[in-house]
């Protein structure tokens, strides 16, 4: 069954930085891209960031380059979301998705003083 699990949501000051965790389980990780994706308040659904299988490919969407990184670890399955210099525009629910178009749950993400 595959499964994604976000986790590292939490309330942040604005400049602040917080890194989302994602584990992945039930298919073959290291030969698919995975994507984070974000719901803020009132929109649809947007992407952030896509990595390639082996962290050869990177791409990220508007408002979030140079201040967000995707990474992964395919031993542990993992991919990650460093975001830095928060602002409270990038409050919402970030979303870990699988090149298959499995989603997770989200994990809530709150910028404010």
């Known amino acids: 069954q595959v499964q994604l699990v976000e986790s590292g949501g939490g309330l942040v000051q604005p400049g602040g930085s917080l890194t989302l965790s994602c584990e992945a389980s039930?298919?073959?990780?290291?030969?698919?891209?995975m994507m984070w994706y974000r719901q803020r308040p009132g929109k649809e659904r947007e992407f952030v960031a896509q990595?390639?299988?082996?962290?050869?490919?990177?791409h990220y969407g508007d408002g979030v380059k140079g201040r967000f990184t995707i990474s992964r670890d395919n031993a542990r399955r993992m991919t990650y979301l460093s975001m830095q210099n928060l602002e409270p525009v990038d409050t919402g629910v970030y979303y870990c998705?699988?090149?298959?178009?499995?989603w997770g749950q989200g994990t809530q993400v709150t910028v404010s003083s």
């Open positions: 039930g298919f073959a990780f290291s030969h698919v891209e």
């Open positions: 998705k699988n090149e298959g178009g499995a």
């Open positions: 990595i390639g299988e082996n962290s050869d490919y990177f």
